[in-house]
């Protein structure tokens, strides 16, 4: 059974930091795109940034240069790393990766709990 298992979410100030990890356990061949979304109180979940097999990244507008998201293939391990934080980033952080099962291209997409990060003002 394939596991998303988040953690680095909590309270911060505005602009302070914050790191979530996401590791990944179970049984797969390996790990395609690894990536982050969030998804506020009463809004669509929506991406935050992603990277891929090849370490391409894709972040969302609202954070571009306040976002790193990187990755650790011998942990099963993505990050995100969040500066200057606002109280728009408030959000529940969800964990996002593209598991490849089998040798014949079989994959699954898999979600984390989900973590809450809160900005306080």
């Known amino acids: 059974q394939v596991q998303l298992v988040e953690s680095g979410g909590g309270l911060v100030q505005t602009g302070e930091s914050l790191t979530l990890s996401c590791a990944a356990s179970?049984?797969?061949?390996?790990?395609?795109?690894m990536g982050w979304y969030r998804q506020a109180p009463g809004k669509q979940r929506e991406l935050v940034a992603i990277?891929?097999?090849?370490?391409?990244?894709k972040y969302a507008e609202s954070l571009r240069g306040r976002a790193t998201i990187s990755r650790d293939n011998a942990k099963n391990t993505v990050y995100l790393r969040m500066n200057s934080l606002k109280p728009a980033d408030t959000a529940v952080y969800y964990c996002y990766a593209n598991l490849e099962l089998s040798s014949w291209g079989e994959s699954n997409d898999y979600w984390g709990q989900g973590t809450q990060v809160t900005v306080s003002s």
């Open positions: 179970g049984i797969f061949l390996r790990i395609s795109d």
């Open positions: 990277i891929d097999s090849g370490y391409m990244t």
